[in-house]
Protein backbone atom coordinates (compact mmCIF):
# COMPACT_ATOMS: atom_id res chain seq x y z
CA UNK A 1 0.00 0.00 0.00
CA UNK A 2 1.89 3.61 -0.91
CA UNK A 3 2.11 6.04 2.10
CA UNK A 4 0.05 9.13 1.54
CA UNK A 5 0.46 12.30 3.54
CA UNK A 6 -1.71 15.32 3.46
CA UNK A 7 0.46 18.40 4.08
CA UNK A 8 -2.38 21.13 4.92
CA UNK A 9 -1.77 24.68 5.87
CA UNK A 10 -2.59 28.62 4.54
CA UNK A 11 0.83 28.69 2.62
CA UNK A 12 0.18 33.11 2.07
CA UNK A 13 2.96 32.24 0.66
CA UNK A 14 5.07 29.45 0.77
CA UNK A 15 8.11 29.93 2.94
CA UNK A 16 11.63 27.69 3.25
CA UNK A 17 10.41 26.61 5.92
CA UNK A 18 7.14 24.69 4.27
CA UNK A 19 9.75 23.49 1.48
CA UNK A 20 12.35 22.03 3.89
CA UNK A 21 9.43 20.20 6.12
CA UNK A 22 7.86 18.53 2.72
CA UNK A 23 11.05 17.54 1.00
CA UNK A 24 11.52 15.64 4.55
CA UNK A 25 8.05 14.56 4.52
CA UNK A 26 8.96 12.88 1.13
CA UNK A 27 11.52 10.46 2.74
CA UNK A 28 8.93 9.07 4.49
CA UNK A 29 5.90 8.70 2.22
CA UNK A 30 5.34 7.95 -1.81
CA UNK A 31 2.79 10.63 -2.64
CA UNK A 32 2.61 14.07 0.01
CA UNK A 33 -0.58 16.43 -1.13
CA UNK A 34 0.02 19.82 -0.40
CA UNK A 35 -3.60 20.71 0.49
CA UNK A 36 -3.89 24.81 0.52
CA UNK A 37 -6.72 26.04 2.42
CA UNK A 38 -9.21 27.90 0.04
CA UNK A 39 -11.05 29.95 2.72
CA UNK A 40 -11.16 33.50 2.00
CA UNK A 41 -12.02 34.40 5.50
CA UNK A 42 -8.50 34.27 6.53
CA UNK A 43 -8.02 37.65 4.15
CA UNK A 44 -5.06 36.12 2.52
CA UNK A 45 -2.54 38.54 0.88
CA UNK A 46 -2.09 35.54 -2.61
CA UNK A 47 -5.25 34.28 -3.13
CA UNK A 48 -5.73 30.43 -3.35
CA UNK A 49 -5.01 30.17 -7.02
CA UNK A 50 -1.43 32.29 -6.15
CA UNK A 51 -0.81 30.56 -3.93
CA UNK A 52 -0.98 27.05 -5.87
CA UNK A 53 1.17 28.58 -8.65
CA UNK A 54 3.54 29.54 -6.28
CA UNK A 55 3.50 26.34 -4.83
CA UNK A 56 3.85 24.60 -8.07
CA UNK A 57 6.68 26.81 -9.35
CA UNK A 58 9.11 26.32 -5.80
CA UNK A 59 8.52 22.47 -6.11
CA UNK A 60 9.23 22.03 -10.00
CA UNK A 61 10.85 19.01 -10.55
CA UNK A 62 9.87 17.16 -7.10
CA UNK A 63 8.72 13.29 -7.85
CA UNK A 64 5.81 12.23 -5.07
CA UNK A 65 4.26 16.02 -4.53
CA UNK A 66 0.83 17.04 -5.33
CA UNK A 67 -0.99 20.29 -4.89
CA UNK A 68 -3.83 21.21 -3.96
CA UNK A 69 -7.29 23.68 -2.76
CA UNK A 70 -9.28 22.32 -0.30
CA UNK A 71 -12.33 23.89 1.89
CA UNK A 72 -14.29 22.73 4.42
CA UNK A 73 -12.93 19.72 6.78
CA UNK A 74 -8.94 18.31 6.53
CA UNK A 75 -10.12 15.00 7.28
CA UNK A 76 -12.72 15.06 4.64
CA UNK A 77 -10.18 16.07 2.38
CA UNK A 78 -7.78 13.37 3.53
CA UNK A 79 -10.39 10.50 3.03
CA UNK A 80 -10.63 11.71 -0.33
CA UNK A 81 -7.17 11.79 -1.52
CA UNK A 82 -6.23 8.32 0.15
CA UNK A 83 -3.99 9.69 2.73
CA UNK A 84 -3.34 8.31 6.15
CA UNK A 85 -1.49 10.56 7.73
CA UNK A 86 -1.84 14.59 8.22
CA UNK A 87 1.54 15.72 8.61
CA UNK A 88 2.39 18.87 10.39
CA UNK A 89 5.66 21.11 11.27
CA UNK A 90 6.20 22.06 15.03
CA UNK A 91 8.90 24.72 15.14
CA UNK A 92 9.34 25.69 18.69
CA UNK A 93 7.05 25.02 21.74
CA UNK A 94 5.00 27.98 21.09
CA UNK A 95 3.25 25.86 18.17
CA UNK A 96 2.58 23.28 20.11
CA UNK A 97 -0.74 23.96 21.82
CA UNK A 98 -2.57 24.80 18.97
CA UNK A 99 -0.92 21.59 16.52
CA UNK A 100 -1.88 19.57 19.83
CA UNK A 101 -5.55 20.83 19.88
CA UNK A 102 -5.43 20.31 15.71
CA UNK A 103 -4.48 16.63 15.84
CA UNK A 104 -6.59 15.38 18.90
CA UNK A 105 -10.00 17.37 17.01
CA UNK A 106 -8.76 15.43 13.81
CA UNK A 107 -8.48 12.14 15.32
CA UNK A 108 -11.88 12.53 16.99
CA UNK A 109 -13.33 13.48 13.60
CA UNK A 110 -11.26 10.53 12.37
CA UNK A 111 -9.67 8.18 14.41
CA UNK A 112 -8.01 6.14 11.21
CA UNK A 113 -6.26 9.46 10.35
CA UNK A 114 -2.82 10.00 12.47
CA UNK A 115 -0.92 13.41 12.59
CA UNK A 116 3.16 13.17 12.10
CA UNK A 117 5.23 16.12 13.25
CA UNK A 118 8.48 16.88 12.05
CA UNK A 119 10.51 19.61 12.88
CA UNK A 120 11.96 21.94 10.09
CA UNK A 121 16.09 22.45 9.61
CA UNK A 122 16.59 25.13 12.74
CA UNK A 123 17.65 27.46 9.96
CA UNK A 124 14.16 28.00 9.54
CA UNK A 125 12.47 27.51 12.85
CA UNK A 126 11.66 31.57 13.48
CA UNK A 127 9.90 31.85 9.74
CA UNK A 128 6.58 32.43 9.53
CA UNK A 129 4.35 33.27 6.55
CA UNK A 130 3.21 36.25 8.97
CA UNK A 131 6.35 37.53 9.65
CA UNK A 132 7.41 37.31 5.67
CA UNK A 133 4.52 39.41 5.01
CA UNK A 134 4.98 41.95 7.54
CA UNK A 135 8.48 42.24 6.52
CA UNK A 136 7.81 42.67 3.25
CA UNK A 137 5.16 45.21 3.94
CA UNK A 138 7.55 47.01 5.44
CA UNK A 139 10.01 47.17 3.18
CA UNK A 140 12.17 44.54 4.12
CA UNK A 141 13.80 41.69 2.20
CA UNK A 142 12.47 38.03 2.76
CA UNK A 143 14.92 36.44 0.16
CA UNK A 144 16.73 33.51 1.74
CA UNK A 145 13.28 32.83 3.95
CA UNK A 146 11.22 32.22 0.95
CA UNK A 147 12.26 30.88 -2.47
CA UNK A 148 12.97 33.20 -5.16
CA UNK A 149 9.56 33.26 -7.29
CA UNK A 150 7.95 34.00 -3.71
CA UNK A 151 10.37 36.62 -3.13
CA UNK A 152 9.49 38.15 -6.60
CA UNK A 153 5.89 37.64 -6.59
CA UNK A 154 6.19 39.61 -3.06
CA UNK A 155 7.71 42.44 -4.42
CA UNK A 156 5.56 42.54 -7.15
CA UNK A 157 1.94 42.02 -5.46
CA UNK A 158 3.83 45.09 -2.63
CA UNK A 159 4.34 47.19 -5.83
CA UNK A 160 7.81 47.56 -5.10
CA UNK A 161 8.79 45.75 -7.79
O1 LIG B 1 -0.87 27.01 8.08
P1 LIG B 1 -2.02 27.11 9.02
O2 LIG B 1 -2.81 28.36 8.75
O3 LIG B 1 -1.61 26.98 10.46
O4 LIG B 1 -2.98 25.85 8.68
C1 LIG B 1 -4.17 25.63 9.41
C2 LIG B 1 -4.99 24.50 8.74
C3 LIG B 1 -5.31 24.83 7.30
C4 LIG B 1 -4.21 23.20 8.81
C5 LIG B 1 -6.31 24.37 9.57
O5 LIG B 1 -6.90 25.63 9.70
C6 LIG B 1 -7.31 23.40 8.97
O6 LIG B 1 -7.08 22.21 8.94
N1 LIG B 1 -8.44 23.93 8.48
C7 LIG B 1 -9.50 23.14 7.87
C8 LIG B 1 -10.74 23.11 8.75
C9 LIG B 1 -10.75 21.94 9.69
O7 LIG B 1 -10.61 20.79 9.30
N2 LIG B 1 -10.93 22.24 11.01
C10 LIG B 1 -11.05 21.24 12.04
C11 LIG B 1 -9.74 20.62 12.45
S1 LIG B 1 -8.90 21.50 13.66
Not at 74 to 102: C, K, N, P, T
Request: aromatic content about 8%; proline content about 4%; cysteine-free.
Amino acid sequence: MSRVAVYPGTFDPVTNGHLDLAERGLRHFDRLVIAVLGNEEKRPLFSVDERIELLHEATHGWSGIEIESFDGLLVHFARRVGAQVILRGIRAASDFEYEMQMAMMNRKLEPELETVFLVPSEAYSYVSSRLVREVAKLGGEADRLVPPNVARALNAKLSRG
